[in-house]
């Protein structure tokens, strides 16, 4: 796996990646494999980390647009979808003193890039000038670009052409070419770019296309672009767009968060460009666009409403690059689900080709708390024995490599010079801390992880009840009760009234107050009797902000508000936390979360960041941006579905399908979601006038089943529901094995 001494490292550095500058003025699309960072002007010029990027590597960083000699003067950029953005300009055209030139920059992503420029003389008299576009090309390494090092190692070279220009890169046996083309009037083409020369009458229109293709190696991607239109591109972020579920509410605020992150999940999917393997998520752009475990395990769980196939395609991902082997450099192990695959180095853009790192302590148990809860959102007994035994192999990972010392926990400790010092979701490596300051050293046992262990093997029992296996119930069962025990022996600080975030190398608790502790709600690892305290912890002053979560409470020592995981807030992070708070009965807490997340989010126009600053909504009007935050990003897009999950308590039921049990006050306005998914079916849920309807349609969503109607009727202040006239009660639970636990009604705070 050792790339050798003149090769980027294949895999991801730990830390805070280099910051994008100001994200007001920062314009980012994404479609899969392909994304692009440019100012509001639309060139890429201006930032380091402007360009073109495609398959880990940046394929054009340079695209500077002079009329006249002079860069356009942004007006506004319009962001229909993910992919794509039209950005508006003017220019004084040669020897005029007023703004005569039109500039619209009509920019799509699809097998990598398309612009049509589009420059229209708004004046009354004709307008003669130059038009310039500077090209460059350096095919820097993504995550050299994420660290501020871009590197220019390897042989370069440039064919110019009639009309393109054709860069070349090798280095070793990695070989990449970009190609820029252009159609429209005579165009003069040179090592610096392309010129023309335009002459406009009156109201005239000048328009001119840019494409730009890759090629891995030898092999071009295909193009999907096709004169003279954009709307004949062949974008299969239509598909998506057109089939996921519709939301319809006069909350704007709700509206416009769920509307962009359907956007943006549909541009962050990976496709297989064989055809044979159903799409994944990446993680985020511009550092993570490729795939990462953790990152899509959590993802596809937020997502399972919207797309349960999502979750498919993540674990089938996933098993397929399941370890096999004991491999120190890689940190493989047999079992271990994977922490990142690269692209870098491979002649064709798959999904599961490249480089592959095993360093996370996380993905494997969460691989299999994720097939659990598919399982109930309508996976078939074929799709899960498919899928079983690698959950298998996941847990006996837990077991004979996970648990380093036999003590019962999974810990981690990198055998890999370049893999990651601490391997949780907080994986910079100050991200773990003592009350005190001290950065925690590994070998670490998280909290949350312990958790995710205890709810795979829960999610494993549920599993064998359904597919007749008394033997792995029993077993996994009592598995699942000795962590819980242990874990709360060993974790839990009387004296503070919180879980540890870690057991440190001699087993001595990592005593910080942090938001992971939220996490082991999620699980259901924390005992009723110590719930309360965790919950009055994680809405303290301290954790919560008013719009979120931090991660670190703000009187630790090591606190910082504009520290990547000790003091932010990530939105994932919170609605877990929610996920967690409810489950245990504390909807008021969880509700403060999602309102507090969909207000952050009006601040970046429906589109919640990777993270934000911690600072307190008491001292600052909006949430304040962090400079190095990925956006879009997966489970930051997710985090909307699952807020939405919490408030209208949507989950699958065995006889009818999906019911609702909106947590009271949660939703004040009348509400329709069209086209909520399990795996083969689909419902419409509506609220109006607190009363909630769920219906189920047709496979094709046209029109809903007669036969097979499904409703629930609440009351705007009971949490009591009939469906078809018969009385429920609401789940206890959103995982299966704990349903009949605990009663919602346990604890309610005024």
């Excluded at 380091?48 to 950029?77: I, N, W, Y």
């Excluded at 001595?508 to 009797?529: A, F, K, M, Q, R």
């Amino acid at each position: 796996m050792n790339p050798g001494p003149m090769q980027p490292s294949p895999w991801v550095l730990a830390g805070e990646p280099t910051s994008l500058g100001d994200p007001t003025g920062l314009i980012t699309l994404v479609d899969g494999q392909t994304f692009c960072l440019s100012g509001r002007s639309g060139d890429f010029s201006t930032s380091p980390t402007h360009g073109v990027f495609f398959a880990d590597m940046r394929v054009l960083s340079q695209a500077r647009l002079l009329v006249g000699g002079v860069p356009v003067e942004p007006l506004t950029v319009s962001l229909a979808e993910a992919s794509g953005a039209t950005f508006v300009g003017r220019s004084v055209a040669a020897s005029q003193m007023e703004p005569r030139l039109l500039v619209i920059r009509r920019r799509q992503l699809g097998s990598v890039w398309h612009e049509q420029v589009e420059l229209r003389n708004t004046g009354a008299a004709p307008v003669s000038t130059v038009v310039e576009l500077e090209v460059a090309a350096d095919f820097a390494d993504v995550f050299a670009i994420k660290a501020g090092r871009p590197s220019s190692e390897g042989e370069h070279s440039l064919e110019v052409k009639e009309t393109s220009m054709l860069f070349s890169w090798r280095l070793g046996d990695v070989h990449r070419q970009a190609e820029l083309t252009v159609d429209g009037p005579p165009v003069q083409v040179s090592a610096r770019g392309f010129v023309w020369n335009v002459n406009l009458e009156r109201r005239g229109v000048c328009v001119i296309h840019l494409d730009l293709t890759v090629a891995l190696g030898n092999a071009w991607i295909e193009r999907r672009h096709h004169h003279p239109t954009l709307r004949n591109a062949a974008n299969r972020s239509q598909g998506w767009l057109s089939s996921a579920p519709r939301l319809r509410t006069a909350d704007r605020g709700l509206s416009a968060a769920f509307d962009r992150s359907i956007s943006d999940i549909g541009a962050l999917r990976l496709h297989d460009p064989s055809g044979h393997r159903r799409p994944v998520i990446a993680a985020g752009a511009p550092w993570y666009m490729t795939l990462f475990g953790r990152d899509a395990l959590i993802s596809a769980y937020m997502a399972l409403p919207i797309d349960p196939t999502l979750a498919i395609g993540v674990l089938e991902a996933l098993a397929e690059l399941q370890g096999r082997d004991v491999d120190l450099m890689s940190e493989e192990e047999p079992g271990r689900i994977m922490h990142e695959t690269r692209y870098l180095g491979v002649e064709a853009p798959t999904l599961t080709g490249g480089s592959t790192y095993y360093g996370s302590a996380d993905a494997t148990p969460l691989f299999v708390m994720l097939l659990g809860e598919l399982s109930r959102w309508g996976l078939d007994d074929d799709a899960l024995r498919d899928l079983l035994p690698y959950a298998d192999r996941a847990l006996a990972w837990m077991q004979d490599y996970g648990d380093r010392d036999g003590d019962g926990y999974i810990e981690y400790l990198k055998t890999s010079e370049r893999g990651l010092s601490n391997q949780g979701w907080k994986d910079s490596a100050d991200g773990i801390r003592y009350r005190d300051g001290r950065i925690a050293e590994a070998p670490l046992a998280l909290c949350e992880v312990q958790a995710y262990a205890y709810g795979a093997y829960r999610a494993r029992a549920a599993i064998g009840v359904r597919l007749g296996e008394p033997e792995v119930v029993a077993r996994c069962g009592q598995l699942a009760d000795e962590l819980k025990a242990r874990f709360n022996r060993d974790f839990w600080l009387p004296d503070l009234g919180w879980y540890a975030v870690a057991l440190g190398p001699d087993k001595e608790p990592v005593d910080s107050l942090t938001s992971n502790i939220g996490h082991c709600l999620w699980s259901g690892i924390v005992t009723d009797e110590r719930a309360t305290l965790v919950a009055e912890r994680l809405m303290s002053p301290e954790m919560w902000n008013g719009w979120g979560i931090r991660t670190l409470a703000s009187d630790e020592r090591a606190y910082d508000p504009m520290s990547y995981h000790c003091g932010t807030v990530w939105p994932h992070d919170g609605a877990l936390c929610a996920v967690g708070l409810k489950s245990y009965g504390f909807e008021k807490e969880a509700l403060t979360i999602a309102k507090g997340l969909f207000a952050a989010s009006e601040a970046w126009n429906g589109r919640l960041p990777e993270l934000f600053c911690g600072l307190d909504r008491a001292d600052v009007e909006t949430p304040i941006p962090f400079p190095t935050s990925c956006s879009p990003q997966a489970w930051a897009a997710a985090t909307p579905f699952l807020l939405l999950r919490i408030m209208l308590g949507l989950e699958p039921d065995d006889e009818k399908g999906l019911r609702v049990d909106p947590i009271p006050g949660a939703i004040e306005d009348d509400l329709l979601l069209v086209g909520v998914r399990l795996v083969d079916r689909r419902f419409n849920v509506r609220i109006d006038d607190g009363a909630a309807t769920v219906r189920e349609l047709d496979l094709d969503g046209a029109a809903p089943r007669a036969d097979q109607s499904t409703v629930a009727m609440l009351s705007p202040v009971s949490s009591q529901a009939e469906i078809d006239g018969v009385p429920r009660q609401p789940p206890t639970r959103r995982w299966p094995w704990s349903a009949a636990r605990r009663t919602l009604a346990r604890r309610r705070r005024s």
